[in-house]
T-cell receptor, first 116, second 114 residues
Framework: GAVVSQHPSRVICKSGTSVKIECRSL??????MFWYRQFPKQSLMLMAT?????????EQGVEKDKFLINHASLTLSTLTVTSAHPEDSSFYIC????????????FGPGTRLLVL | AQSVTQLDSQVPVFEEAPVELRCNYS??????LFWYVQYPNQGLQLLLK??????LVKGINGFEAEFNKSQTSFHLRKPSVHISDTAEYFC????????????FGAGTRLFVKA
């Protein structure tokens, strides 16, 4: 149980285009989902926290207009990187917290974004 | 505010040897503690967690950790490692009242040699 999927697993795009990444909780409902960014050989950096049906809470220094987050249902959150640039290339990981879990996050497999 | 310190960035160890990955935290309130493992190009997988009760927590893949409140530590141990345990390990903390933000340590790279 507690499986989280991400799609796509890898994406290459041209500079200036937008990319959407989906995060789904497959066998549980998640009121809260988190989006992280991870640089090579570094820890996870929390970008934003999203709650179903409300606006995401962004961490300091994360551009809201660049990283659009939508959490339309209890099983789906999306991250859209708008007007992507090479410096946005990274590994993006989502996690979901089940309604009945105590602070335990279940992580997706990650999405590798490469912007050319 | 909470913080997590993983004292070793890399830990090389021979196969079948015991290993300990160290984690210390600081917090002014009670916390929940977690260990996650990350294999290359994958997300994080929960190894074990301490929420309350027994301070010795057993997790998957033969790992265990002990919560020591006086030393504010939550070290991860395994009595005999396998090549397949080679991965990045992250210690994490979350306050057990209010807020959901989880703080991650910098990670420890466990490298198991044959």
């Amino acid at each position: 149980g507690a499986v989280v999927s991400q799609h796509p697993s890898r994406v290459i795009c041209k500079s200036g285009t937008s990319v959407k990444i989906e995060c789904r909780s497959l066998d549980f409902q998640a009121t809260t989902m988190f989006w992280y960014r991870q640089f090579p050989k570094q820890s996870l950096m929390l970008m934003a926290t999203s709650n179903e049906g409300s606006k995401a809470t962004y961490e300091q220094g994360v551009e809201k207009d660049k990283f659009l987050i939508n959490h339309a249902s209890l099983t789906l959150s999306t991250l859209t990187v708008t007007s992507a640039h090479p410096e946005d290339s990274s590994f993006y990981i989502c996690s979901a917290q089940a309604v009945d879990s105590i602070k335990t996050q279940y992580f997706g497999p990650g999405t590798r974004l490469l912007v050319l | 505010a909470q913080s997590v310190t993983q004292l070793d960035s890399q830990v090389p160890v021979f196969e079948e040897a015991p290993v300990e990955l160290r984690c210390n935290y600081s917090s002014s309130v009670s916390v929940y503690l977690f260990w996650y493992v990350q294999y290359p190009n994958q997300g994080l997988q929960l190894l074990l967690k301490y929420l309350s009760g027994s301070t010795l927590v057993k997790g998957i893949n033969g790992f265990e950790a002990e919560f020591n409140k006086s030393q504010t530590s939550f070290h991860l141990r395994k009595p005999s490692v396998h090549i397949s345990d080679t991965a990045e390990y992250f210690c994490a903390v979350n306050r057990n009242t209010g807020g959901f933000k989880t703080i991650f340590g910098a990670g420890t790279r466990l490298f198991v040699k044959a």
